[in-house]
C-alpha cells in the first residue's frame, strides 16, 4: 500500500496558504486528475506529477509591486504565497526586491545609465550581478585614485549617481561627484544608509519626486 500525503499540508510546504491560492492549486490539480475533489489526501506516487502541473501553471508570488509584475510577465498566472521566501521573484530577499523595484522604477523614469561610487567589493561585485541585462551600470571603487576627467565622464554619461557614503569612500573620490551645477547635481544622489536594500531604496526615492 503507497503511503500518502495531506493535500493542504503539502501545498502550505510550497507557500500556498492563502484561501484563493489554496483553492485555485486544488482546482488545477483536480483539473489534471491528480487529486480527488472528494479526499483531503494524495498518494506520494503522484507528487512529483502535481509540482510539475503547478509550476507550469502558476507563478508563485509575495505581494511585493516589483515581484508582482515579473510575475505578470512570466506567462502564468500569479499565485499568492505566505511566507515571501516562497516568492519565484524576490525569494524572500530584501535585496532582491529592492533590486526589482529599482529596476521598475528607471524603467519608469526612462534611467537606463547608473554610476554608483562607493560600496565593498562584494556589494558591488552583487549589484553587477543582480542589475545585469537590465541597467548600465558602472562601479567606482572608492578606495582606489580616481581622476577629475574619468569623474566628468561618468557625470556627463549617466542618468543617475549614487555616491555611497558610510561605505568604502574616500572623500577625494566623492568630491569629484559633488557640488557640480544643477545640471548635474540634479541627478546625483547621497546615500548615507548602507547596505544595498537601504541604497536602492534612497534611489528610488528620488526617483519617485
Not at 117 to 138: K, T, Y
Not at 144 to 159: I, M, S
Amino acid at each position: 500500500m503507497s503511503a500518502d500525503r495531506d493535500i493542504d499540508e503539502w501545498l502550505a510546504e510550497r507557500g500556498i496558504t492563502p484561501l484563493d491560492s489554496r483553492t485555485r492549486a486544488r482546482a488545477a490539480l483536480e483539473e489534471a486528475k491528480i487529486i480527488n475533489p472528494k479526499k483531503a489526501r494524495m498518494s506520494e506516487q503522484k507528487l512529483e506529477r502535481a509540482e510539475a502541473v503547478l509550476a507550469e501553471r502558476f507563478f508563485r508570488v509575495c505581494s511585493a509591486p516589483a515581484c508582482a509584475q515579473v510575475a505578470n510577465a512570466s506567462g502564468r498566472a500569479p499565485l499568492q504565497v505566505e511566507p515571501r521566501t516562497y516568492c519565484e521573484s524576490c525569494g524572500g530577499s530584501n535585496n532582491r526586491r529592492a533590486v526589482a523595484d529599482f529596476v521598475e522604477a528607471c524603467k519608469r523614469k526612462s534611467v537606463r545609465r547608473v554610476v554608483i561610487v562607493g560600496g565593498s567589493p562584494a556589494v558591488r561585485e552583487e549589484l553587477e550581478e543582480q542589475l545585469a541585462g537590465q541597467i548600465e551600470l558602472r562601479m567606482v571603487d572608492g578606495t582606489e585614485r580616481h581622476t577629475a576627467d574619468k569623474a566628468r565622464h561618468n557625470l556627463d554619461w549617466a542618468d543617475l549617481i549614487l555616491v555611497w557614503g558610510a561605505t568604502e569612500l574616500h572623500h577625494k573620490v566623492s568630491a569629484h561627484y559633488t557640488g557640480g551645477p544643477p545640471s548635474v547635481s540634479r541627478k546625483v544622489i547621497h546615500v548615507t544608509r548602507r547596505g544595498v536594500a537601504a541604497l536602492l531604496e534612497a534611489a528610488i526615492t528620488h526617483l519617485k519626486r
